[in-house]
C-alpha cells in the first residue's frame, strides 16, 4: 500500500500567518492515465471531511482561495496563506492513484 | 445540491453485523462511484472501498476483504456498507462520500457504530 507522510503533524499558527503542510508519497503518485489523484480534506471537529483540493492543485468549488495545493510526483504541499480561525481542524491528504486508496495521518491546525 | 445522507447510530455486540445506508440526491447517483471511509474514535480517516452504483463493480481494501459488503439499490438513490464478525476495534465513524477518483467531494455525515458486549 501507498503510504502518505504528513509533516508536522502539529501546527500551532498565528491568526494571519501562513501555514503549510507537507505530503510525501512512498512512490510517485502519477497515475497511467497521466493524472496525479492527490487531494487535500479539511476535518473540523465534530464535522465530516471537507473537500479542499484535488488533482495536486486544483480548488473544489466553495474552498477559499487562500487555500492552495503544489507539488508533483511524490511531494505536495497544502499552503494557507493567511490562516484564519475557522480553519482550526485536521488536514489529510489521500492519493487515489493507487488501490487501497489511502490517507495521510492528518496535520492538526490550531490558534497559538 | 448535493447531499448524501446516512443511516443513524447502531450498537452492536461482538460478531455481529452491521448494514449502514447512504443515501445520494442532488446528482444523477449512476454517474459517481461511492466511497466508505472509516475514522476510528480520535484517529485517522481510512479508506473501505468504493462501489460504482452504475455497474455495482466494487473495490475493497484487503484489510476488509471477506468482511465487507458494497452494494447499491439504483431505484432509491442508495449505497449500502455491510460489515461482519464486528470486533471491539471496528468502533468507528462511518463515513459514505461521492467519488469520482479525482476525489471525494461530498460526504455523508456519518454514522457512528460501536461494538461492545
Known amino acids: 500500500d501507498i503510504v502518505l507522510t504528513q509533516t508536522p503533524l502539529s501546527s500551532p499558527v498565528t491568526l494571519g500567518q501562513p501555514a503549510s503542510i507537507s505530503c510525501r508519497s512512498s512512490?510517485?503518485?502519477?497515475?497511467?492515465?497521466?493524472?496525479?489523484?492527490l487531494s487535500w480534506f479539511q476535518q473540523r471537529p465534530g464535522q465530516p471531511p471537507r473537500f479542499l483540493i484535488y488533482?495536486?492543485?486544483t480548488r473544489f468549488s466553495g474552498a477559499p482561495d487562500r487555500f492552495s495545493g503544489s507539488g508533483a510526483g511524490a511531494d505536495f504541499t497544502l499552503k494557507i496563506d493567511r490562516v484564519e480561525a475557522e480553519d482550526v481542524g485536521v488536514y489529510y491528504c489521500?492519493?487515489?492513484?493507487?488501490?487501497?486508496?489511502?490517507f495521510g495521518p492528518g496535520t492538526k491546525v490550531d490558534i497559538k | 445540491q448535493v447531499q448524501l445522507v446516512q443511516s443513524g447510530t447502531e450498537v452492536k455486540k461482538p460478531g455481529a453485523s452491521v448494514k449502514v445506508s447512504c443515501q445520494a440526491s442532488?446528482?444523477?447517483?449512476?454517474?459517481?462511484?461511492i466511497s466508505w471511509v472509516r475514522q476510528a474514535p480520535g484517529q485517522g480517516l481510512e479508506w473501505m472501498g468504493w462501489?460504482?452504483?452504475?455497474?455495482?463493480?466494487?473495490k475493497y481494501a484487503q484489510k476488509f476483504q471477506g468482511r465487507i459488503t458494497m452494494t447499491r439499490d439504483t431505484s432509491m438513490t442508495t449505497a449500502y456498507m455491510e460489515l461482519t464478525s464486528l470486533r471491539p476495534d471496528d468502533t468507528a465513524v462511518f463515513y459514505c462520500a461521492r467519488d469520482d477518483r479525482s476525489g471525494c467531494d461530498y460526504w455523508g455525515q456519518g454514522t457512528l457504530v460501536t461494538v461492545s458486549s
Open positions: 489521500m492519493q487515489a492513484t493507487q488501490f487501497p486508496f489511502t
Open positions: 488533482r495536486i492543485s
Open positions: 442532488g446528482y444523477i447517483f449512476n454517474e459517481y462511484y
Open positions: 512512490q510517485s503518485l502519477v497515475h497511467s492515465d497521466g493524472n496525479t489523484y
Open positions: 462501489i460504482n452504483p452504475s455497474s455495482g463493480a466494487t
